[in-house]
């Protein structure tokens, strides 16, 4: 089993593909000599080959393992600083499970596979706990956002909310597409307050107009952003992040 770079990946990804679940699932024949295994890595969903350049050696991998947040925790990233706290968990539904456990022995070898989940259902006193919970993330983040994570099309999703089916696959996979789809809307909103607060030290140095001329963003429309009266597009947070020479850290070492 080889492991995929995020970076390089994401230097070809094209503009329907969506980032981290859309790196390959490399995988190899068996070779003493790592050089030849990597000559021979593919993808083990799709059969394409998977470039050698794409792939990370142990020591790149376990490189940056030191500065991994520490998920149990509060106040356990990277960069912060004092004392940390343990994550209060509160149980939103009770799961049945079975005695096959998912088969994780067989993913631990061949990578995880979503096929592989045995679903049970919840507890049928919490079913439509779980569909009004399921509700109102397809409200916050979209139908084709939520059916995407969990991997449901859009007219399953809508069976379910419309209580037409209690799938048991179906609302589980939705359901544990839920806290996802909020990891992913929290990081898109940190990364986009990043951006704008390197672009504001930018102007600070260079001026609005001429950070907007060189973004070839329409001035107005910068300013109304950076004031907060209308919201960033994706097409416009990437050319303010290119401006930014770099990105947010450059522009915020540059303003200091």
């Known amino acids: 089993m080889f492991q995929t770079s995020t970076a390089a990946w994401r230097s070809h990804l094209t503009d329907d593909v969506d980032g981290?679940?859309?790196?390959?699932?490399?995988?190899?024949?068996?070779?003493?000599?790592?050089?030849?295994?990597?000559?021979?890595?593919?993808?083990?969903?799709?059969?394409?080959?998977?470039?050698?350049?794409?792939?990370?050696?142990?020591a790149q991998a376990l490189a940056q393992y030191h500065l991994h947040p520490e998920s149990?925790?509060?106040?356990?990233?990277?960069?912060?600083?004092?004392?940390?706290?343990?994550?209060?968990?509160?149980?939103e539904f009770i799961e049945y499970i079975g005695k096959e456990a998912n088969r994780w022995e067989e993913q631990l070898f061949v990578g995880a596979d979503p096929e592989a989940q045995v679903y049970y259902s919840v507890e049928p006193s919490d079913t439509e706990s779980v569909i009004q919970m399921i509700e109102t993330a397809v409200k916050t983040y979209s139908v084709e956002t939520l059916g995407r994570i969990?991997?449901?099309?859009?007219?399953?999703?809508?069976?379910?909310?419309?209580?037409?089916?209690?799938?048991?696959?179906?609302?589980?996979?939705?359901?544990?597409?839920?806290?996802?789809?909020?990891?992913?809307?929290?990081?898109?909103?940190e990364h986009e307050t990043a951006v704008l607060e390197a672009v504001s030290a930018r102007c600070a140095i260079e001026g609005t107009r001429p950070f907007a001329r060189r973004a070839g963003i329409d001035h107005?429309?910068?300013?109304?952003?950076?004031?907060?009266?209308?919201a960033v597009s994706a097409a416009m947070l990437a050319k303010l992040?290119?401006?930014?020479?770099?990105?947010p850290a450059a522009a915020t070492e540059s303003g200091t």
Not at 38 to 47: I, K, L, V, W
């Open 20 to 58: 981290f679940e859309d790196l390959p699932r490399a995988i190899a024949p068996y070779d003493k000599d790592p050089i030849k295994a990597a000559q021979h890595c593919f993808d083990r969903d799709t059969g394409k080959p998977v470039p050698a350049s794409l792939l990370k050696t142990y």
């Open 72 to 91: 149990k925790f509060q106040n356990a990233d990277w960069t912060d600083r004092g004392e940390t706290k343990r994550w209060h968990v509160r149980a």
């Open 150 to 189: 969990a991997h449901v099309s859009r007219q399953s999703v809508h069976a379910l909310l419309n209580r037409e089916t209690s799938g048991a696959r179906t609302l589980m996979r939705l359901a544990r597409g839920v806290p996802i789809a909020e990891r992913q809307h929290r990081e898109r909103i």
């Open 220 to 230: 107005s429309n910068l300013l109304a952003v950076l004031d907060g009266r209308r």
């Open 241 to 247: 992040e290119a401006a930014c020479d770099g990105g």
